[in-house]
């Protein structure tokens, strides 16, 4: 049951990170202020959205790393691993641009251009890809077991 909700909150990230960039991408007229704050402390979608998904991805990979360890060389050499470690590793890329441009950003060194929101979303599309490709991948392949379970 845990894992069916972590999985629900990735995909509804995922798809979070696509609308920030289709937003951003389609020219929609947004509002003064261009940057939403919450009390005072900026909250850029651009960056709070991949920042959020890669702990999620993160955590969830940690979690799933820490049970192929204890499934044995076995486990450590299945696709499953290296699919867990690759996305763990973009999850760790997107968190670190994340963290690193929301405290550019709470600097204010004044007078340069912000380029962190285009580096995390440079880093969180193709994160936001790979679970919303994992989940497709899980589901069909869940598909294709029950009917072949079913038929014979």
């Known amino acids: 049951m845990k894992r069916e909700i972590v999985r629900t909150v990735e995909t509804a990230l995922a798809v979070g990170v696509l609308l920030v960039v289709w937003v951003i991408s389609t020219e929609v007229p947004v509002e003064y202020p261009s940057w939403p704050e919450v009390a005072g402390v900026p909250a850029n979608p651009e960056l709070l959205v991949p920042g959020a998904l890669a702990v999620v991805v993160l955590v969830s990979a940690l979690r799933t790393s820490a049970s192929i360890v204890s499934g044995g060389i076995a486990a450590i050499k299945s696709a499953r691993a290296l699919w867990t470690a690759g996305i763990g ?36 599309i193709p994160l936001a890809l790979l679970v919303l490709g994992r989940q497709l991948f899980d589901g069909v392949a869940g598909w294709y077991r029950r009917r072949h379970v079913a038929s014979e």
């Open 89 to 124: 590793l973009l999850a760790a890329l997107t968190l670190f641009l994340s963290v690193v441009s929301l405290y550019t950003l709470y600097a204010d060194t004044g007078g340069c251009v912000f380029f962190g929101g285009l580096l995390t979303l440079s880093a969180g």
